[in-house]
T-cell receptor, first 110, second 116 residues
Framework: GQSLEQPSEVTAVEGAIVQINCTYQ??????LSWYQQHDGGAPTFLSY????GLEETGRFSSFLSRSDSYGYLLLQELQMKDSASYFC???????????FGKGTTLSVSS | EAGVAQSPRYKIIEKRQSVAFWCNPI?????LYWYQQILGQGPKLLIQ????????DSQLPKDRFSAERLKGVDSTLKIQPAKLEDSAVYLC??????????????FGAGSRLTVL
């Protein structure tokens, strides 16, 4: 089957850099996605990695190592508004829907 | 563009009662999903539609949950009878593949169900 593991909580201060790790198990790999969800809000797409390496989108970057079945989301210059839950996600076996991890709650303090 | 619309936002019912949730996806998005998100967990796929056909309903508890997508646009998710463990947020999403090949899901705000 497929599974994703990520830490349940991470804390950091404003202006800092934080890394949220995700390890996964899957029989066929079709890319790793990251979503952000504020409390009471809808999950929103952040980033996608199909190939090894770093993808940068503003303050957020995402990294993938397919040989290690591992990825991470890097958030730089943290702001209070970055306090949210972050989910890594894999396509299901058919490649048509996403399977989500349990999420990492990031708390940013001043 | 307009987002994914869901209603109602909140619903409180007694166990064994029934409830229905409605979703209108983004115009032009052929794929529609219903996910269940229990507090503190990630979204769990219940059912996926491609136009008005079911692609995957392997995780849908079919003894109590049903879903339909008439005319390939709006969708409804029904629970009958509800159990306490059905208390969750029911998220509807629609999707389009972007230029990188990512299957980007756009979620609605969700319908929060409390079963007493």
């Amino acid at each position: 089957g497929q599974s994703l593991e990520q830490p349940s909580e991470v804390t950091a201060v404003e202006g800092a850099i934080v890394q949220i790790n995700c390890t996964y198990q899957t029989s066929g790999f079709y890319g790793l996605s990251w979503y952000q969800q504020h409390d009471g809000g809808a999950p929103t797409f952040l980033s996608y990695n199909a190939l090894d390496g770093l993808e940068e989108t503003g303050r957020f970057s995402s990294f993938l190592s397919r040989s290690d079945s591992y990825g991470y989301l890097l958030l730089q210059e943290l702001q209070m508004k970055d306090s949210a839950s972050y989910f890594c996600a894999l396509p299901n076996q058919a490649g048509t829907a996403l399977i989500f991890g349990k999420g990492t709650t990031l708390s940013v303090s001043s | 563009e307009a987002g994914v619309a869901q209603s109602p936002r909140y619903k409180i019912i007694e166990k064994r009662q029934s409830v229905a949730f409605w979703c209108n996806p983004i115009s032009g998005h052929a794929t529609l999903y219903w996910y269940q998100q229990i507090l503190g967990q990630g979204p769990k796929l219940l059912i996926q539609f491609q136009n008005n056909g079911v692609v995957d309903d392997s995780q849908l508890p079919k003894d109590r949950f049903s879903a339909e997508r008439l005319k390939g646009v709006d969708s409804t998710l029904k629970i009958q009878p509800a159990k306490l463990e059905d208390s969750a947020v029911y998220l509807c999403a629609s999707s389009l593949r972007d230029s990188s090949g990512a299957n980007v899901l756009t979620f609605g705000a969700g319908s929060r169900l409390t079963v007493l």
